[in-house]
């Protein structure tokens, strides 16, 4: 009998998918469930603008007003909050990251062996989020790839065409399911946005909506 499943979209720029993912690891084994993990590409400056600070955070760069400002503040405020409940590093990015190479690098895994892909997303989020990883530099994901159990041999040329046609396809699939953000979660067809939401899929997963109610 196969394992029911939960697709989830998650983008390595996302404090908000950092926080949700050890919490719904929790659930899919608790419930017996299979997660698919798929990467999502966020176009932050598409809604929240960009800017680029440094280490003490003075502003360096801005194409933000001070609506979108007090948006990214609260967002950081607020991952910050949860993050120290939790003894997890979240240190605001000094830019706005490109993630379609550490997106692309997903699927390699993903595609080389399966079974080691939450060693990939852990690794990744848990020093990204310490400022200790570029995840723009090529040489740098390559070796985590590696340092995860996976052979880097072939990546460089099937990132090029076939890992970028994958991601853009899984993205043109994701906007047609009615994704616009991470983490999102699909399951049985049905949408659900946000780390918040986490009670409710178990909800929908069991049955059990008393502690929802």
Same mark, same amino acid.
């Given at each position: 009998?196969?394992?029911?499943? #939960?697709?989830?979209? #998650? $983008?390595? %720029?996302?404090?908000?998918?950092?926080?949700? #993912?050890?919490?719904? %690891?929790? +659930?899919?084994? @608790?419930?017996?469930?299979? #997660? $698919? /993990? +798929? !990467?999502? *590409? +966020? $176009?932050? !400056?598409e809604y929240l603008g960009s800017a680029k600070v440094d280490n003490k955070g003075k502003v360096l760069e801005s194409s933000r007003n001070d609506h979108? /400002? &007090? &948006? *990214?503040?609260?967002?950081?405020? $607020?991952?910050?909050?949860?993050a120290n409940l939790r003894k997890m590093t979240v240190l605001g990015p000094q830019k706005i990251w490109n993630t379609k190479l550490v997106s692309i690098a997903l699927l390699w895994v993903k595609k080389q062996n399966s079974l080691l892909i939450e060693d990939f997303i852990d690794h990744i989020f848990v020093n990204f989020w310490k400022r200790e990883l570029d995840i723009e530099n090529f040489d740098i994901v390559e070796t985590i790839i590696e340092k995860c159990g996976i052979s880097q041999s072939g990546f460089k040329e099937w990132k090029k065409n076939t890992g970028k046609n994958e991601l853009d396809a899984i993205m043109n699939e994701a906007h047609e399911k009615g994704v616009f953000g991470v983490p999102s979660y699909i399951i049985e067809d049905e949408l659900f946005w946000g780390r918040e939401q986490i009670p409710m899929i178990k909800a929908r997963l069991t049955g059990n909506y @008393?502690?929802?109610?």
């Open positions: 009998m196969n394992k029911r499943k #939960i697709t989830i979209y #998650i $983008d390595f %720029k996302s404090p908000y998918t950092y926080l949700s #993912i050890s919490p719904i %690891k929790k +659930l899919a084994k @608790e419930l017996n469930i299979k #997660i $698919d /993990w +798929l !990467p999502y *590409v +966020l $176009d932050i !400056p979108q /400002w &007090r &948006r *990214v503040r609260y967002s950081y405020m $607020d991952c910050r909050r949860y @008393e502690n929802i109610l």
